[in-house]
């Protein structure tokens, strides 16, 4: 986790709102830990906009979802 005073300073960097940045973030976290936990043995698969920007490495903003089809 980063803490509040570094996710201001990657939104002002970024030209994002705080609340684009921190959404980002979470959802970054949350599917870097679904890719940890084996979730892709499991049949799921991640895809639209918001995956592909993150699977990419950017934290450019994207949508406010992300998709997923399990088996």
Do not use: L, M, T
């Given at each position: 986790m980063i803490t509040t005073a570094e996710l201001h300073?990657?939104?002002e960097?970024?030209?994002l709102r705080f609340d684009q940045a921190e959404k980002d973030y979470v959802i970054l976290w949350l599917l870097s830990g679904l890719a940890r936990?084996?979730?892709k043995?499991?049949?799921?698969v991640f895809k639209g906009g918001t995956c592909l920007l993150s699977v990419c490495?950017?934290?450019i903003h994207g949508g406010e979802e992300f998709?997923?089809?399990v088996g």
């Open positions: 300073r990657v939104a960097k970024e030209g936990s084996g979730a043995d499991h049949g799921w490495g950017s934290i998709s997923i089809r």
